[in-house]
């Protein structure tokens, strides 16, 4: 029997609400950006946030039913983000959640973020495993591997910065809006390589660091100014983005092939980076690995994702009861 999902997402500063049907098939989608406010402030303001995501989710949620032409009786269960994310958007749509499930009498599923990210990939294509995941987004990197529907293995994790961070704060430094992820991609095509910056954590293991790297650009601005130098900014975001993509791919394509996996998905925010996206293509066809990359709608935070992850989560028996919390800090698993 089909089945189809509500699924909400409020982590961060997207509030989302979106219907799926069986896991794979988008019935509506509706994702409201809060993304102009926190430009203003450089960053997303977590206590603004929860305000708009108050403000606006009864709307969003009504939209994408309209949208889907469907009412609350057609709906088989709610998903839900419950974590990791800002602990004050998580509740709106925790909350939210949990009052559907009881007025109308749904399972409750929960989804971690993460796992979200990852199943936006069954909206494109189902997935096949095994497979490697490499997930990349402002609060996240991490390898995972999967030997089946809903089983994760986080193999590596970074050690401090998660990469779409180090974006922002990179392009914060050398003057680009918030968020810097898509300005630097967008600037470091018109740059050259030609900054000497390190690659960070060039070893055999699995983990990421970029705090290092962060700090080199600070570092090098810095000095640039002192000396009354001009920075010449697309080199410098090019010079960044070459080693952000070059221990990104070496890392994943030596996952791919410890782990002898066919398929290697990308998820994430920094999976909308062009040059990401240029280089593991690149590689996996080298190597034979089909890669999978969520079209650009749903890289970036979307309940899209969620009601994915949510018919293999409720397959996989993840149902929640009222009791339902929140989580800033959730390991996948
Ligand atoms: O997955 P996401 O929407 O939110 C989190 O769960 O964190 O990811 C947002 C992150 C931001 O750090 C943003 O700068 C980055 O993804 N991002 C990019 C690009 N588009 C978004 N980073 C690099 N290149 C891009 N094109
Ligand atoms: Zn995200």
């Not at 929960?110 to 490697?132: D, R, S, T, W």
Request: charged content about 20%; glycine content about 6%.
């Amino acid at each position: 029997m089909d089945k189809y999902i509500l699924a909400i997402e409020s982590s961060c500063d997207e509030t989302s609400v979106s219907i799926i049907k069986n896991g794979s098939e988008e019935i509506a989608t509706v994702v409201l950006s809060q993304m102009d406010t926190h430009a203003n402030y450089g960053g997303v303001v977590p206590e603004i946030a929860s305000r708009m995501h108050i403000e606006n989710i009864t709307m969003v949620l009504e939209e994408c039913l309209n949208k889907a032409n469907m009412t609350m009786d057609d709906i088989d269960m709610i998903a839900v983000t419950y974590g990791p994310g800002l602990i004050g958007s998580l509740l709106i749509g925790v909350m939210t959640a949990k009052t559907l499930a009881y007025v109308y009498n749904k399972p409750l599923i929960p989804v971690h973020h993460i796992a979200g990210h990852i199943y936006a990939n069954n909206l494109v294509k189902k997935m096949e495993f095994p497979l490697m995941a490499l997930v990349v987004s402002g609060g996240h990197t991490e390898l995972v591997y999967m030997s089946k529907h809903y089983s994760f293995e986080v193999i590596g994790a970074t050690l401090d910065d998660a990469v779409g961070e180090a974006y922002d704060k990179v392009a914060r430094v050398i003057g680009l809006p918030y968020p810097g992820g898509p300005n630097i991609d967008k600037l470091a095509r018109e740059g050259k390589d030609t900054y000497d910056l390190p690659l960070p954590l060039d070893d055999s293991s699995f983990n990421f660091s970029f705090s290092g790297l962060k700090s080199a650009v600070i570092n090098l601005v810095h000095n640039e100014k002192q000396r009354g130098n001009e920075i010449r900014k697309a080199d410098l975001a090019r010079s960044f983005e070459e080693r952000v993509v070059e221990i990104l791919s070496k890392k994943t394509m030596a996952a791919v092939r410890q782990y002898k996996v066919k398929n290697l998905i990308v998820a994430g925010g920094v999976s909308a980076n062009r040059w990401l996206r240029d280089r593991l293509a690149e590689l996996c066809e080298e190597n034979n690995i089909n890669l999978i990359i969520p079209e650009m709608k749903y890289c970036t935070d979307n309940a899209a994702m969620i009601g994915a992850a949510g018919y293999f989560a409720y397959e996989h028996g993840k149902v929640a009861d009222l009791a339902l919390n929140a989580k800033a800090n959730d390991l996948l698993s």
